[in-house]
């Protein structure tokens, strides 16, 4: 099952929204991991194998992709907190639109577009050894 960890730049409610849908969400804040480092949060996401929800996209993606493994990422626009709410249900829309649902492995959900929803994935530079990469989808 997908675990979220929402990044501290994001409202605290998507724990709920997650929650509503059946995931487990963490905020960074409750958490006590506020003010931490991107890096130090990379430590904490490798070792629960939490998908990161953040609209801090360019430092994660650099530190992503050193990975050879990664549980995926979720990427919300700059946006006030109630349209944070809605990409956010966009991007679970999303990971349960197709059957089985999306495996985040090496995935990110990028909810930059009003009303889209674009899922790529995002190797390390070295291939995952039984791995298989995801195909581009866009969901409306």
Known sequence: MIQFLIDECLTPKLVEVANRSGYV???VQHRQ???KEDHALLAFIRAEDLTIVTNNWKDFER??????????AVVLPHVPRQAQIAA????????EAVDPP???V???I???????????????RK???????????IFT
């Open 25 to 27: 969400a963490h905020h």
């Open 33 to 35: 991991w506020k003010s």
């Open 63 to 72: 530190m992503l992709r050193r990975e050879e493994v990664h549980p995926g």
């Open 88 to 95: 956010f249900e966009r991007a679970l829309r999303a990971i």
């Open 102 to 104: 999306l495996d985040m």
């Open 106 to 108: 090496n995935t990110v």
């Open 110 to 124: 990028d909810v930059a577009e009003p009303g889209k929803c674009a899922c790529t994935s995002c190797p390390s």
């Open 127 to 137: 291939p995952a050894v039984g791995r298989r990469a995801q195909r581009a989808r």
